[in-house]
């Protein structure tokens, strides 16, 4: 592409949330946590201050607006994904959001989050980097225990619990879930971090980070009446359990089915599956999803995983104004990782490789903005390219799984195999 945009500037500095911005950021969240009766159980946290590192998990934009209630009165610097930015990055520099992109090894950051603890300030990371595909923890990077180590601050999490359920990635509609709950917990002071090691933050993160969203609506009886509840589940739920066919999944109100087999199941108001006829294979979402975690694991032990070539549009996000349509090419995800090229607008080529080392996971959308359809997301410290699969048979869920379970094989071929949920 002929042109040269100007690139976000990364290194730029943190700044504490502007005085006169703190009122806007809590008259934004606050109404919303008390619509949905938030609990919030505090767990060592009772009269704590800054500075320290707030982990919280990631399942719906509500996760935010409970942590600005959970830190009152104090403030903190989010690290956001650059197109959070798009359209408002004078806004969220001013309310002192640290701009990311995904799934790189970014030194910057690093530098960055020091200065907000210098500043006195919380660290807010959101360690998933990505929101939960079915409710359940994704992997976590497992440079995090030496990050705690680094930034020498009491280490928080921020556990939420119900934000899936109420409006799930699959499918965004509120469903007025209430009371959600959220446990905010100090896991390490500043002294008992000096005295533990990397790998035993590590572990310690990975055990307080588990949560699932459907064994908990269960646990505490939620019902959830949402007429069309089950739209989009086949964006998750990729491949018939009946007939083991991908990519003939749909959903129709509460309903999820096989277009190949014709086997049906109800999503339930407890968020379980029911089988209409036979069998109910999974009853739980996220067996099922692990089911075709399974699936592809499997594929890739055989040195069989591959998507194929697939024609894509490859949008470019360089800053935060707006993505620039880079043109059309081809996608291909295999045991080598991810190549995407193609030709540009002005008949230039393009091309970006990921190789399966570089990436223990990556970014997804379902239906992105609700008119651009399903994408994966990959980045350079300089880019992020937004590739939309089209005319053909694909699910960015498995290209997602694949990412990770190709990763894992990677460190056990190399003798250095992940610990469980990290990466």
């Not at 030496?146 to 499918?171: A, E, M, Y």
């Not at 360089?318 to 295999?334: C, Q, V, Y």
């Not at 359809?373 to 694909?394: A, K, Q, R, S």
Request: aromatic fraction near 10%; proline fraction near 5%; include cysteine.
């Amino acid at each position: 592409m002929k042109t040269t945009f100007e690139r976000f500037d990364m290194k730029k500095a943190p700044i504490p949330t502007r005085f006169y911005l703190r009122p806007l950021t809590w008259v934004l969240s606050i109404p919303d946590t008390l619509k949905h009766q938030t609990i919030i159980r505090r767990h060592g946290t009772e009269g704590l201050k800054p500075p320290y590192v707030l982990l919280c998990n990631h399942n719906a934009f509500l996760d935010f607006k409970v942590a600005t209630r959970a830190i009152y009165p104090h403030r903190a610097n989010y690290v956001v994904a650059i197109d959070g930015f798009i359209g408002r990055e004078w806004l969220l520099r001013e309310v002192g959001c640290i701009c990311k992109r995904k799934f790189t090894n970014d030194l910057t950051l690093v530098r960055q989050l020091r200065q907000v603890v210098k500043n006195g300030d919380i660290a807010a990371i959101y360690p998933e980097a990505r929101y939960s595909l079915c409710g359940t923890t994704a992997v976590l990077p497992a440079s995090l225990g030496k990050l705690c180590k680094l930034l020498g601050v009491p280490v928080v999490t921020l556990i939420c619990h119900g934000h899936h359920v109420n409006s799930p990635f699959w499918n965004l509609h509120d469903r007025g879930v209430k009371p959600t709950e959220a446990d905010f917990t100090l896991l390490y002071t500043a002294e008992e971090l000096k005295e533990a090691s990397a790998d035993e933050i590590n572990d310690r993160l990975v055990q307080a980070f588990q949560y699932d969203d459907h064994a908990w609506q269960k646990e505490r009886g939620i019902r959830i009446t949402y007429p069309r509840r089950a739209e989009g589940l086949q964006k998750v739920l990729y491949q018939c359990p009946a007939c083991g066919r991908e990519y003939r999944m749909a959903s129709e109100e509460t309903r999820l089915f096989c277009r190949e087999c014709g086997k049906r199941w109800e999503l339930t108001e407890l968020g379980e599956l029911r089988a209409e006829n036979g069998e109910t294979e999974f009853s739980h979402i996220p067996d099922w999803y692990e089911w075709e975690r399974a699936n592809v694991r499997r594929e890739v032990a055989e040195g069989r995983y591959s998507t194929g070539e697939l024609p894509v549009t490859v949008d470019s996000l360089p800053n935060a104004k707006r993505f620039i349509r880079l043109g059309e090419g081809t996608l291909i995800h295999d045991m080598n990782g991810f190549t995407v090229r193609g030709t540009d607008v002005d008949g230039d080529p393009f091309e970006m490789l990921k190789p399966v080392p570089s990436l223990y996971s990556c970014h997804i959308e379902y239906e992105y903005l609700g008119k651009h359809g399903d994408c994966v997301d990959l980045n350079t410290l300089e880019d992020t390219w937004y590739i939309y699969p089209h005319d053909c048979d694909f699910s960015v869920t498995k290209m997602a799984l694949a990412t990770e379970e190709l990763y894992f094989a990677y460190r056990e071929k190399i003798g250095r195999p992940c610990k469980p949920g990290l990466a």
